[in-house]
């Protein structure tokens, strides 16, 4: 059985994200969608919400899992006997980065490699970030993210632009 880990923020998962995976649970027969945990970046909303979030965005996908690890990401492929990282590139400018630990992951764990899938064009310009930003300022995102956990991430983004208006 070859297992993929589709590693992650998804603060919260987009319709860019969803592809991807997607993609690669056509590609693998096991596929774990890997919510990170990176004590540098400061999170909407928290691994538990993150993973659920995930969880119901990839209900109909019978091939995928939904983790979370505190640690390098090449221990969790051994851990998991994944033979591939699968991560999605919209720009040039993520695949620099990307390459680099691309490189780092290979030397750590050479028995796991990392595949590149790069994103649909309507997705190019999607992340996380600007879901949250459009949310904030009263935009639709209907767009941007599953139906299926929509509400949810607009109940909780409303909550943090009541929570940011009172102070």
Aim: proline fraction near 3%; include cysteine; charged fraction near 25%.
């Amino acid at each position: 059985m070859k297992t993929a880990i589709c590693p992650g923020s998804f603060d919260p998962v987009t319709e860019g994200h969803l592809d991807i995976i997607t993609r690669a649970s056509g590609l693998f027969d096991r596929v774990i969608v890997l919510v990170s945990v990176n004590y540098d970046k400061h999170y909407t909303f928290t691994a538990q919400e993150r993973m659920e979030f995930v969880r119901k965005a990839c209900a109909h996908l019978p091939n995928i899992e939904v983790d979370t690890y505190d640690g390098l990401l090449a221990e969790y492929c051994k851990i998991k006997n994944a033979t591939a990282i699968v991560k999605g590139l919209r720009a040039l400018s993520d695949f620099e980065y990307e390459f680099q630990m691309a490189l780092i992951n290979r030397k750590l764990n050479p028995a796991c490699e990392t595949i590149f899938l790069t994103t649909r064009a309507e997705n190019m310009y999607l992340s996380s970030s600007i879901v949250k930003q459009v949310s904030y300022f009263g935009g639709d995102i209907e767009n941007f993210v599953p139906d299926t956990i929509l509400g949810d991430i607009q109940d909780r983004l409303n909550q943090e632009r009541r929570k940011h208006n009172e102070h």
